[in-house]
């Protein structure tokens, strides 16, 4: 079976909406990447995602719903997460909260733990599925499990095929990373939210988040806290060299800033523009005809800190 790729528009949320209604699974972009979305409240739905990507029942899922009125019906926010979703959303940040057992999400979705990872996306097309669809969707990156995130429709198809009856189309993502993930004070993975920005989120007193990179994965109880934040991950089929200045012949280059590359992320250095091109150029390096791929230095302010997280999970064998 080969996947449906239909442009955004009302009937393809209808169709999409009637796929979900059955338990089914939709690809689904977002601001950040696409997902792949099912039915958070339907068991059967939701192991339909896990089947599809190949990913361990141990790691579970981002809920995606409309507005925070219906996140608060799923996970018990205090005055940071109010905060937070106030500044934030619709927008890339999920928050892990604790979970209302009585909102009756699959079990599947957040694995045996006792929180939830919730998220109101911006996105037109997520945002019309969630209207169509009147549930919390689990919808985790649309690829197969460790690899690259889809940030366009193609990515979706090439990464997992016939596995998803329906892709909805509606161009790149804005974002291109993957939403930064906060749960209390810690960010659990950064994303296109920075450090910067959270720290100036949060009500006064109790201290800003907590830099992330020797955080996770963190361990409690021989589980990990956030499961998906394995040292590798976001993998191209082929090695990865960080910080190179220039390619070996073996290499495909991609660039930033003054190095040029065989293709470059931003001339101007514009970190934003990176990211919305990263996973881009991570699927283009992969096909490639060079068995290697290195990457120029990005600089880890800002939303460059995610650019390097997913870089060095790309890295890691
Ligand atoms: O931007 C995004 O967040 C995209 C779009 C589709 O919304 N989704 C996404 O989902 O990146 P996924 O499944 O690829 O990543 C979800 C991450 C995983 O690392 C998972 O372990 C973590 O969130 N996670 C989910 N529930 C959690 C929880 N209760 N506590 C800690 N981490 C959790
Ligand atoms: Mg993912």
């Keep these: 079976m080969t996947p449906q790729i239909r442009s955004y528009d009302d ?61 608060e019906r799923i996970a018990v926010f205090g005055d940071d997460a109010r905060a937070l979703a106030a500044a934030f959303w619709p927008g890339p940040l999920t928050l892990v909260l604790p979970v209302r057992a009585e909102a009756g999400v699959a079990a599947l979705v957040i694995a ?26 689990a919808a985790p990156s649309s690829n197969a499990s460790n690899g690259i995130s889809p940030t366009r429709a193609a990515h979706v198809a090439s990464s997992l095929g016939g596995r998803v009856p329906l892709i909805i189309d509606d161009g790149a993502c804005a974002a291109g990373l993957e939403s930064t993930i906060v749960a209390g004070r810690t960010i659990l993975r ?25 955080l996770y994965p963190r361990l409690r109880g021989g589980t990990l806290i956030a499961p998906g934040q394995l040292a590798s991950h976001y993998a191209p089929s082929k090695p990865l060299r960080l910080d190179a200045a220039l390619a070996n012949p073996d290499e495909y280059l991609i660039g930033f800033g003054v190095i040029e590359g065989d293709e470059n992320l931003s001339r101007s250095a514009d970190l934003a523009e990176a990211a919305t091109r990263l996973f881009d150029a991570l699927h283009r390096a992969d096909a490639a005809p060079q068995p290697r791929i290195a990457t120029a230095p990005i600089p880890h302010d800002g939303i460059g800190a995610a650019i390097n997280d997913r870089l060095k999970r790309a890295a890691t064998r």
């Design 11 to 71: 009937d393809v949320i209808a169709a999409a909406a009637a796929i979900i209604g059955g338990g089914g699974i939709v690809a689904v972009p977002t601001e950040t990447v696409y997902g792949l979305a099912a039915d958070a409240t339907n068991a059967a739905a939701v192991a339909r995602i896990y089947a599809a990507k190949g990913r361990p029942a141990f790691n579970p899922l981002i809920v995606h719903v409309a507005d925070l009125a219906a996140a």
């Design 112 to 137: 045996g733990l006792d929180t939830i990872a919730v998220r109101v996306p911006r996105h037109r097309a997520m945002q019309a599925l969630l209207a169509a669809t009147g549930v919390p969707l």
């Design 190 to 214: 950064p994303g296109p939210i920075t450090a910067e920005q959270l720290t100036r989120a949060f009500p006064r007193g109790g201290g800003g988040p907590a830099s992330t990179s020797e």
